[in-house]
C-alpha cells in the first residue's frame, strides 16, 4: 500500500488522489519552530511506498515539500515519489540578466536529495524535466480544462495568449469537440512586467472565445488578451488554464477586463479550481 501525504497547499488534491489511487491519506502537521522556521511533521505509517503532494506556491511550500519527504524516509518509506502539480520557480528557468541564478534548476536539485520519482503536471516548459537527475514524468491535465465550459458556445475560437500555448487550446478544443484554435503574439518587458498583445486576424465579433494558457501569474498577459476581444466584439471571454496562481489582484484584473468566467484546476487550490488534475495525475502514477 501507498500512503499519500499532502503538503499544506495541495490538501484537497492529494485527498482527491487519494481517492484515486485507494491510498491511504496522512494527515501531517505544518507548524513553526520557535525561531519562525517552517516544520512539517508526518505521522508514523506502515507503508513503504509515500507519496509527498505538494503544490511549491511559494518559499514555505518548498521547504514544507523537502521536509516531508525527509519526513516520510524518517518513518521508514523505501521509495518516495515527490508529485509537484505546480512547481514554483519553473518560469525562472534560465539567467534573464548577468549575475542572476536558474532558479528552476536550483530547486530541482534540492528536490533531488529526497525523491525517487518526480511527477510534474504542465511544468511551464518540457525542459524544466532535465534539471532534475531524478526520473521525471510529466502529466498533462490540459484534456480537463473544457470540462466546465457551457455545452453551447457560439461558434467557438479556442485561443492561446502566446504561441507557447497554442497546443494547449489545441487540447482544449479537442476536448470541447468543436472549435477553431489560433494565438495571439505576446511581449513582455521582464523590467517592468508589462505585457503587449499583438491581435491575431481570427475574426472574433459575436463568437464566444476561449483563451486557454498554462497559468494565470499576475492576470496581465489575459486582462490584456481580455480588452483586446472585448473591444473586437467578442460575444463571451472564458478563461481556463492548469495552474490559476491569480497573484494579488489579478482575479480581479481579469473580472475588471470583462471575462464571462474563469477556472483553473486544483494544481493551485484556488476559489476558480473547480478542475480536478487528480485524474491525470493517478493515470501517470498508475503506469
Ligand atoms: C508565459 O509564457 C505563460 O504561459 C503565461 O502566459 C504567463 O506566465 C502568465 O503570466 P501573467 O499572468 O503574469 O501575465
Known amino acids: 500500500m501507498t500512503t499519500i501525504v499532502p503538503g499544506s497547499a495541495s490538501q484537497s488534491l492529494a485527498a482527491a488522489l487519494a481517492r484515486e489511487l485507494d491510498a491511504t491519506l496522512a494527515v501531517p502537521t505544518f507548524d513553526r519552530f520557535p ?39 524518517e518513518a521508514g518509506a523505501t521509495t518516495v515519489t515527490v508529485v509537484i502539480p505546480y ?17 528552476a534548476r536550483a530547486v530541482a536539485a534540492a528536490i533531488d536529495t529526497a525523491a525517487d520519482r518526480v511527477v510534474l503536471v504542465n511544468p511551464h516548459e518540457p ?19 473544457a470540462e466546465p465550459l457551457p455545452d453551447a458556445l457560439t461558434d467557438p475560437l479556442f485561443l492561446s495568449p502566446d504561441a507557447g500555448a497554442i497546443e494547449l487550446a ?20 521582464y523590467d517592468t512586467g508589462a505585457v503587449d498583445i499583438s491581435p491575431s486576424d481570427a475574426t472574433v465579433e459575436g463568437r464566444d472565445v476561449v483563451l ?3 497559468i494565470i501569474a499576475t492576470g496581465s498577459t489575459m486582462s490584456e488578451a481580455i480588452a483586446v476581444l472585448r473591444d473586437r466584439g467578442a460575444a463571451g471571454v472564458y478563461v481556463t488554464c492548469v495552474h490559476p496562481m491569480l497573484a ?25 479550481s473547480e478542475i480536478s488534475a487528480a485524474p491525470a495525475i493517478a493515470a501517470v502514477l498508475r503506469s
Open 127 to 145: 525542459s524544466i524535466a532535465s534539471f532534475f537527475s531524478t526520473p521525471v514524468e510529466t502529466v498533462d491535465a490540459a484534456a480537463h480544462l
Open 170 to 189: 489545441e487540447t482544449v478544443r479537442d476536448s470541447y469537440g468543436q472549435g477553431e484554435t489560433d494565438y495571439f503574439e505576446k511581449d513582455r518587458d
Open 87 to 103: 512547481m514554483g520557480y519553473a518560469r525562472q528557468d534560465r539567467a534573464f540578466n548577468d549575475g542572476q541564478p536558474v532558479s
Open 212 to 214: 486557454v494558457d498554462d
Open 248 to 272: 494579488n489582484n489579478a482575479l480581479a484584473k481579469l473580472s475588471a477586463a470583462g471575462i464571462s468566467a474563469v477556472y483553473g484546476t486544483d494544481t493551485i487550490e484556488r476559489s476558480v
Open 35 to 73: 525561531d519562525g522556521e517552517t516544520l512539517a511533521a508526518v505521522p508514523q505509517f506502515d507503508d513503504d511506498s509515500a507519496i509527498v503532494v505538494a503544490a511549491t506556491v511559494s518559499n514555505d511550500a518548498h521547504i514544507e515539500l523537502l521536509q516531508l519527504a525527509d519526513a516520510v524516509c
